[in-house]
T-cell receptor, first 118, second 109 residues
Framework: GAVVSQHPSRVICKSGTSVKIECRSL??????MFWYRQFPKQSLMLMAT?????????EQGVEKDKFLINHASLTLSTLTVTSAHPEDSSFYIC??????????????FGEGSRLTVL | GQNIDQPTEMTATEGAIVQINCTYQ??????LFWYQQHAGEAPTFLSY??LDGLEEKGRFSSFLSRSKGYSYLLLKELQMKDSASYLC??????????WGAGTKLIIKP
C-alpha cells in the first residue's frame, strides 16, 4: 500500500512554455503533499508544502507565481512550472503523508519527473 | 543554522559490510530517517529512529545517538543492487525534514 504516482516521468519543453506535473496518492488519502527539486548530485530541496483545500506554503526563495501548486483533492496535487527556462531543468519529486503515517510521519515518494527545458 | 553531514561517496565490496555515518545539528529533534535513492529514481524509506539505539531490519540496521547528534546506517552482505545514494534526514522541532546531501555507495564485485 501507500503508493504515490507521479506523471509525467520525463518531459522536454521549449523555453517559455508551461509544464504541469501531477502527483497522485493511489491507495490512501494524502493529508499533506510536498514538492521537492533535486539537482544532480545534490540533496532534495523542499519547494513547498500543500494541504488539501488550502494554499501551498512555499519555502524561502521559491517563486510562488512561477511554481503553481494546486492540491484540489486528498489524492491529487499538481505543480505547474510557468514560463519555464533552462535553469528550471531539474528532477522534481513529490511526496505525500497520509493520516496513517502516524508518529513517524513517513513520507511516500512519487517516481519523480525529470524536466528538461531547451 | 541547520546542518546534516554525511560522506559524499563510499566504495565497498560485494558481500562485505559498510557503515554510512550521519551527523546533524538541527533546531530540535523529532526523529531521523534513512532513505535509499537509486539514480534517476525517487527515494524509498529504509528506517526511522527516534530513540537511542540500534534498529535492525534484515540486512540493514540504523543506529542513533541523540546526545552525539549521530546516526549510522549499516548494510551487511552487500549486493550489487545496493549501489545507490543513501539520504539521512532529520525531523526538526517544527517537524520539518532537513535532508543531507546523500552518500553515493558504489559496490564492486
Amino acid at each position: 500500500g501507500a503508493v504515490v504516482s507521479q506523471h509525467p516521468s520525463r518531459v522536454i519543453c521549449k523555453s517559455g512554455t508551461s509544464v504541469k506535473i501531477e502527483c497522485r496518492s493511489l491507495d490512501f488519502q494524502a493529508t499533506t503533499m510536498f514538492w521537492y527539486r533535486q539537482f544532480p548530485k545534490q540533496s532534495l530541496m523542499l519547494m513547498a508544502t500543500s494541504n488539501e483545500g488550502s494554499k501551498a506554503t512555499y519555502e524561502q526563495g521559491v517563486e510562488k507565481d512561477k511554481f503553481l501548486i494546486n492540491h484540489a483533492s486528498l489524492t491529487l496535487s499538481t505543480l505547474t512550472v510557468t514560463s519555464a527556462h533552462p535553469e528550471d531543468s531539474s528532477f522534481y519529486i513529490c511526496s505525500a503523508r497520509g493520516d496513517f503515517s502516524g508518529e513517524t510521519g513517513e513520507l511516500f515518494f512519487g517516481e519523480g519527473s525529470r524536466l528538461t527545458v531547451l | 543554522g541547520q546542518n546534516i553531514d554525511q560522506p559524499t561517496e563510499m566504495t565497498a565490496t560485494e558481500g562485505a559490510i559498510v557503515q554510512i555515518n550521519c551527523t546533524y545539528q538541527t533546531s530540535g529533534f523529532n526523529g531521523l530517517f534513512w532513505y535509499q535513492q537509486h539514480a534517476g529514481e525517487a527515494p524509498t524509506f529504509l528506517s526511522y529512529n527516534v530513540l537511542d539505539g540500534l534498529e535492525e531490519k534484515g540486512r540493514f540496521s540504523s543506529f542513533l545517538s541523540r546526545s552525539k547528534g549521530y546516526s549510522y546506517l549499516l548494510l551487511k552482505e552487500l549486493q550489487m543492487k545496493d549501489s545507490a545514494s543513501y539520504l539521512c534526514a532529520v525531523k526538526d522541532s517544527n517537524y520539518q525534514l532537513i535532508w543531507g546531501a546523500g552518500t553515493k555507495l558504489i559496490i564492486k564485485p
